[in-house]
């Protein structure tokens, strides 16, 4: 599966099934299939799908089996409703809520950080998008518990992984045995105190969707706190920088994939807040986001094959940075699909 194009290179950089990326490049060709109804693109989205591994092999692997299966199998299904895929997204759900912990209350996002950093439990951010999967299974014939698995890992996620300001954490790591929280840290972030941008953005999207399938009133008012700080933030032309408190601003990289990751979740939040000065303020700042993405600045355009570029995938580790990254594309095109969809929505009022 294509992963990312380096900023001196023109050619993708591909990865194997198991890699976290691997759902991207078939959700890609499902989005693509939704928005012209080609069946060419229908045909590969299947033909890349079926590559995937099985859930059922990798029971407990990791929290990316959400993003590996949802975004392609899941996406499949919604757009086909083929019952062979019904069945792997089930399987997959199972396979993440065996790495809940009741007496911590989230789901252990890492399990070879347990031993490689000596986190007991540690739970990132990022595995507030994976909830999804647990409350589509919950809906759709899987065990009824996944949904409470999702709801208590996003209140105990909203009690600790965020400081004063609402901006988040990478990482937090908890003791297994007592269930407290032992500390805040980051792992692809700046610094233990700073604000990730990619991080931040999957915080905005994954409260965002949480209070949609929760209608849970909490979640709305934390989406929009943890967006609020990141706005506030922004730089004029609203791409962050790769994290907020990067000391080389302004000449550090940016991340457009915190930036599409954002925009979709902002477009979506803008149909729940009931204010409507403020649910037209984050529908401006999402198509603002997008029209500056989709410049040429930050489209590649004629530049390499990957719709955007200037991504900052693992900056502390020296990859792909000011790269072309499969999951920035994703939510770019996810983002103009809900776009789209809003508008003739509006027009047919």
Same mark, same amino acid.
């Given at each position: 599966?294509?992963?990312?194009?380096?900023?001196?290179?023109?050619?993708?950089?591909?990865?194997?099934n198991?890699?976290?990326?691997?759902g991207?490049?078939?959700?890609?060709l499902w989005?693509?299939?939704?928005?012209?109804?080609d069946?060419?693109?229908s045909?590969?989205?299947?033909?890349?799908?079926?590559?995937?591994?099985?859930?059922?092999k990798q029971?407990?692997?990791?929290h990316?089996?959400?993003?590996v299966?949802?975004?392609?199998?899941?996406?499949?299904?919604r757009l086909t409703?083929?019952s062979?895929?019904k069945?792997?997204?089930?399987?997959?759900?199972?396979?993440?809520?065996t790495?809940?912990n009741?007496?911590?209350g989230?789901?252990l996002?890492?399990?070879?950080?347990?031993?490689k950093?000596?986190?007991?439990?540690?739970?990132?951010?990022?595995?507030m998008?994976?909830?999804?999967?647990?409350?589509? !299974?919950?809906?759709?014939?899987?065990?009824?518990?996944?949904?409470?698995?999702a709801?208590?890992? !996003?209140?105990?996620?909203?009690q600790n992984?965020?400081?004063p300001?609402?901006?988040?954490?990478?990482?937090?790591?908890y003791?297994?045995?007592?269930?407290?929280k032992?500390k805040?840290?980051t792992?692809?972030?700046?610094?233990d105190?700073?604000m990730w941008a990619?991080?931040?953005s999957?915080?905005?999207?994954?409260?965002t969707?949480c209070?949609r399938?929760t209608?849970?009133?909490e979640?709305?008012?934390?989406a929009?706190?943890?967006?609020?700080?990141?706005?506030k933030?922004?730089?004029?032309?609203r791409?962050?920088y790769?994290?907020?408190?990067?000391?080389?601003?302004?000449?550090?990289?940016?991340?457009a994939?915190?930036?599409?990751?954002?925009?979709?979740a902002?477009?979506?939040l803008?149909?729940?807040?009931?204010?409507?000065?403020?649910?037209?303020y984050?529908?401006?700042q999402?198509?603002?986001?997008?029209?500056?993405l989709?410049?040429?600045?930050y489209q590649?355009?004629?530049?390499?094959?990957?719709?955007?570029?200037?991504?900052?995938?693992?900056h502390?580790a020296?990859?792909?940075i000011?790269?072309?990254?499969?999951?920035?594309?994703?939510?770019?095109?996810?983002?103009l699909?809900?776009l789209?969809?809003?508008?003739?929505?509006?027009?047919?009022?």
């Open positions: 599966m294509p992963r990312n194009i380096d900023y001196d290179r023109g050619e993708w950089r591909y990865v194997d198991h890699d976290w990326c691997a991207f490049w078939p959700g890609i989005y693509l299939y939704e928005g012209t109804q069946r060419k693109w045909s590969a989205a299947d033909r890349f799908t079926r590559q995937l591994v099985p859930p059922g029971t407990g692997l990791d990316d089996v959400g993003f299966l949802f975004n392609s199998y899941g996406n499949g299904y409703g083929r062979a895929y069945k792997v997204i089930l399987q997959a759900a199972d396979s993440l809520a790495l809940f009741p007496k911590v989230t789901i996002s890492w399990p070879p950080m347990v031993k950093m000596g986190w007991p439990h540690n739970t990132i951010i990022d595995n998008i994976n909830l999804e999967l647990l409350f589509w !299974a919950a809906k759709h014939g899987g065990n009824r518990s996944l949904c409470h698995i709801v208590k890992h !996003a209140e105990t996620t909203m992984h965020f400081r300001d609402y901006s988040a954490y990478h990482v937090v790591v003791d297994t045995v007592s269930g407290r032992i805040g840290v792992h692809q972030g700046y610094a105190s700073s990619r991080g931040q999957w915080a905005i999207y994954g409260f969707m209070y399938e209608h849970k009133s979640f709305l008012s934390f929009q706190k943890v967006a609020d700080i990141y706005l933030r922004l730089p004029t032309d791409i962050p790769w994290d907020f408190n990067d000391p080389a601003i302004p000449n550090a990289p940016r991340d994939s915190a930036a599409a990751v954002t925009a979709s902002l477009l979506e803008s149909g729940f807040v009931h204010n409507k000065v403020k649910a037209v984050y529908r401006k999402a198509i603002a986001m997008l029209a500056e989709s410049s040429a600045r590649s355009r004629d530049i390499n094959s990957a719709f955007l570029l200037h991504s900052t995938g693992h502390p020296g990859t792909e000011d790269a072309s990254i499969i999951y920035a594309d994703y939510y770019y095109l996810e983002a699909l809900r789209q969809k809003s508008e003739k929505k509006k027009r047919n009022l």
